[in-house]
């Protein structure tokens, strides 16, 4: 982004520094977002089952959009391409309120989503799985009240505006991101999830197995004459953690566990590129006695 030169603060009405033409067409350019935000809002209050006072939201932009076209900071007299005249600095100002405005509508629905993982038992099925997961199950519980995920649920519209911040997926990646900082609670690597993950990574999973197509490091044993050293194992394992934590098998809004419903849920644990070294040495021993009798 090139640097502007402006002038200090100073109070103005904005059709005292443009021309006529150029007042009507910001003029224009504000009833448009007006128009286009009022109906976006309006799509994903009745796609997300959100009781909001639409009107107030509309009145604040609108006072906001009034503060920046009578108070504000104008580019000075250009002098290089790339600066920016000031009907063009005060339009691309009122896109920049819209946008704001739509984003602290997500991100204040966001917090008071993130917020009610607290009032819940630490058992409850919602809080199982991964952050992604885990705010997908809040998120459809408090909009919809959804307290019972084993059954197929239709997925929430995500809208199709301009305004991204009002969408679905804006915001469910606003509640993981606001869970995840505040509320989420990893699990601690013991023996049990460190010697299952190696099952995971170096066992034959039979082809009816949800984790049959998963990524492992079979390879490792039959493609090599000796272990590999302890730095490209940790590669390695690192990369069969990510394509786990991207494409893990879900049921009911929740990855599975491996190897069965008995067993654990990777995700659950702390991520595997935080994991102290006791971990990672354990993995390798791991790693080394499944070597050593897939030898024999």
Same mark, same amino acid.
């Given at each position: 982004?090139? +640097?502007?030169?402006?002038?200090?603060?100073?109070?103005?009405?904005?059709?005292?520094?443009?021309?006529?033409? !150029?007042?009507?067409?910001?003029?224009?350019?504000?009833?448009?977002?007006?128009?286009?935000?009022?109906?976006?809002?309006?799509?994903?209050?009745?796609?997300?089952?959100?009781?909001?006072?639409?009107?107030?939201?509309?009145?604040?932009?609108?006072?906001?959009?009034?503060? *920046?076209?009578?108070?504000?900071?104008?580019?000075? $007299?250009?002098?290089?391409?790339?600066?920016?005249?000031?009907?063009?600095?005060?339009?691309?100002?009122?896109?920049?309120? $819209?946008?704001?405005?739509?984003?602290?509508?997500?991100?204040?629905?966001?917090?008071?989503?993130?917020?009610?993982?607290?009032?819940?038992?630490?058992? +409850?099925?919602?809080?199982?799985?991964?952050?992604?997961? *885990?705010?997908?199950?809040?998120?459809?519980?408090?909009?919809? +009240?959804?307290?019972?995920?084993?059954?197929?649920?239709?997925?929430?519209?995500?809208?199709?505006?301009?305004?991204?911040?009002?969408?679905?997926?804006?915001?469910?990646?606003?509640?993981?991101?606001?869970?995840?900082?505040?509320?989420?609670?990893?699990?601690?690597? +013991?023996?049990?999830?460190?010697?299952?993950?190696?099952?995971?990574?170096?066992?034959?999973?039979?082809?009816?197995?949800?984790?049959?197509?998963?990524?492992?490091?079979?390879?490792?044993?039959?493609?090599?004459?000796?272990?590999?050293?302890?730095?490209?194992?940790?590669?390695?394992?690192?990369?069969?953690?990510?394509?786990?934590?991207?494409?893990?098998?879900?049921?009911?809004?929740? !990855?599975?566990?491996? &190897?069965?419903?008995?067993?654990?849920?990777? !995700? $659950?644990?702390? &991520?595997?590129?935080?994991?102290? $070294?006791?971990?990672?040495?354990?993995?390798?021993?791991?790693?080394?006695?499944?070597?050593?009798?897939?030898?024999?």
């Amino acid at each position: 982004m090139p +640097d502007y030169k402006v002038f200090e603060p100073f109070n103005c009405t904005y059709d005292k520094i443009l021309t006529s033409e !150029e007042v009507c067409e910001v003029e224009s350019v504000k009833q448009e977002i007006l128009r286009s935000f009022e109906e976006e809002l309006a799509l994903f209050c009745k796609n997300h089952n959100l009781n909001l006072d639409q009107q107030s939201v509309l009145q604040s932009l609108e006072c906001s959009i009034k503060s *920046i076209l009578s108070y504000c900071r104008l580019p000075s $007299e250009k002098k290089d391409p790339f600066e920016i005249s000031a009907k063009e600095y005060l339009i691309a100002k009122l896109f920049e309120c $819209e946008k704001s405005a739509a984003d602290k509508i997500s991100r204040d629905l966001a917090n008071t989503i993130a917020y009610s993982s607290q009032k819940l038992p630490n058992n +409850d099925i919602a809080l199982k799985g991964s952050a992604k997961s *885990i705010a997908e199950k809040l998120t459809l519980r408090y909009l919809f +009240d959804y307290r019972n995920y084993y059954y197929d649920l239709e997925p929430i519209p995500n809208g199709s505006g301009y305004l991204y911040a009002l969408t679905t997926n804006y915001l469910l990646d606003r509640v993981e991101e606001i869970y995840t900082k505040k509320y989420h609670k990893y699990r601690l690597w +013991d023996k049990r999830s460190i010697a299952l993950f190696s099952s995971y990574l170096f066992d034959n999973i039979g082809e009816f197995h949800d984790f049959f197509d998963m990524q492992n490091l079979r390879h490792l044993l039959e493609d090599y004459s000796e272990p590999i050293e302890i730095t490209l194992f940790k590669e390695e394992c690192l990369e069969c953690w990510l394509a786990l934590c991207a494409d893990n098998p879900i049921h009911a809004h929740t !990855e599975l566990a491996y &190897p069965n419903e008995n067993g654990v849920i990777f !995700e $659950e644990y702390i &991520p595997l590129h935080s994991v102290n $070294e006791d971990v990672w040495s354990s993995l390798y021993e791991h790693y080394h006695q499944k070597f050593l009798d897939f030898s024999k």
